[in-house]
């Protein structure tokens, strides 16, 4: 039985994932526990390779499945080589993205079933979930003008909009789906408030466990 903490941060690109989740890793490390932030996909040099395929601009001829293999591919890999042996030494394990990511991008997004898609990711990453998991709810639009403003597009950033509702939609059912996991943030909000909110919701996580 794992003796860590996993959280794992979802939403769309832009949403301000990056910002809270290195709010996260501040509080953790405040009161003197270990951690270890990893992204997805990627975080392993197997991962990262993985990454740079899926995400490259130019492989527009990317078949649904094997992308979703990609994905589950680069996931089983961190969460052998990374998050289970971190979760084993009692760590703080903050992902950037976990299962739910393929789910509502593979799933909903590209209209793959949703039951395989979750099929295939559970096997992947053993069964194991994130002990809680934040989805910060910023409508498409916005996260995509503030993510291309900042760094440009990738492969699935330059999917046609209707992709994006289709993901986003996705996101709201499982949060509708997994109440007690996943914690819907309204991204509109001003950082330090959407933190505190994250931060409450772990204490209480923590407090149940």
């Not at 003197?32 to 492989?59: Q, S, Y």
């Not at 293999?69 to 394990?93: C, D, T, Y």
């Not at 997004?109 to 053993?126: I, K, P, Q």
């Amino acid at each position: 039985m794992k003796k860590g903490f996993f959280i794992s941060v979802e939403g769309l690109d832009g949403s301000g994932k990056t910002t809270q989740i290195q709010s996260i890793d501040d509080y953790f490390r405040g009161i003197g526990m270990e951690t270890i932030m990893i992204r997805e996909p990627g975080g392993t040099k197997i991962g990262e390779k993985v990454r740079d395929i899926l995400l490259d601009a130019g492989n527009t001829e990317m078949d649904s499945i094997a992308e979703m293999l990609l994905f589950a591919a680069s996931r089983a890999q961190i969460m052998a080589e990374k998050i289970l042996p971190a979760l084993n030494e009692g760590k703080v394990v903050i992902c950037d993205r976990f299962i739910d990511s393929s789910i509502a991008y593979q799933g909903y997004g590209r209209g793959l079933d949703v039951d395989e898609v979750m099929a295939v990711n559970l096997a992947a990453v053993r069964h194991v979930l994130p002990d809680i998991t934040f989805f910060l709810d910023k409508k498409p639009e916005e996260s995509l003008r503030r993510r291309r403003e900042a760094t440009g597009a990738d492969r699935l950033e330059n999917e046609r909009m209707e992709f994006h509702d289709r993901v986003y939609k996705g996101y709201k059912e499982l949060c509708e789906k997994f109440p007690e996991r996943i914690k819907r943030l309204d991204g509109d909000r001003n950082i330090a408030s959407i933190n505190g909110e994250i931060i409450g919701n772990i204490k209480n996580t923590l407090g149940r466990m």
